[in-house]
Each structure stands twice: as C-alpha cells, then as structure tokens.
C-alpha cells in the first residue's frame, strides 16, 4: 500500500478537493459501506472476528479483512492477538474511531429522517 506524502501545508493535506490530499486518500479509504458497516458493528464493544462477521450482514471474509487491515492501518480500529491456540484475535475502536462512529451515526440518522423523501424522489425519477 502506497501512502501519499504530502509537503504541502496541513491545510492543503485536509482538503478533500486536492486530487492530491491526503484527506482524499484517508477519505477514499473509510467512505465505503463495509468500513461504515464495520464502524457502526464495533460501537463501543470488543468483537472477535466472527462476531464482527455476523454483525454485518453480507460481508464476505475477504472483505472483511481487508477493510479490518485498512482500519487498523488509518489508526481506527485496534487489533490484539491472544496467545491461545487457536489464536484469538479482537478488534476495538481507537479514539479516532469511535470519533468516526459519532459521525457515521449522524448518517445512520439522516437516513432514518430522509427515507420516505428519498424513496418518494426515487418514485417520481423512476416514473
């Protein structure tokens, strides 16, 4: 995985309209449904990987995986290994990642109050 190095002034790194931000990569990374899912699944628990994989519906192992990996790399999820055979493995939200799941509940929110008037729109367009 190739991160960007950005030289520029933090305020340039933050922008999301700079195709060359760092925000747009960090962006890029985390505005995906399994990344929200996953987000939302861990709230303020420890999930084991199982668990996490039955608390999102639909997601498949590799998925799973891979957006575990790109979460813990950003710094959003904490992965600990206990030294048990088999090895069990948890997953918990760091501090940036439970900041995020304030905002991805912002959302889950804004869906729950614009649904009507967004199944209503899509009605009409389809029309």
Known sequence: MVTKQYDGTPEEAADLRRADSLAREIF????????????????????????????????SHKM???????????????????????????????????????????MCDWTHRYLGAIEDSRTRFDA
Not at 34 to 39: F, M, P, R, T
């Open 28 to 59: 890029a990374d985390i505005a995906n449904k399994w990344a929200l899912l996953i987000i939302d699944a861990l709230g303020e628990r420890t999930l084991r990987f199982g668990e996490l994989r039955d608390g999102v519906e639909g997601v």
């Open 64 to 106: 799973l995986t891979q957006n575990l990996r790109m979460l813990e790399r950003n710094g959003l999820v904490d992965r600990k290994v206990h030294p048990t055979v088999p090895p069990r493995v948890e997953y918990t939200l760091t501090e940036p990642g439970r900041a995020l799941r304030a905002t991805v509940d912002a």
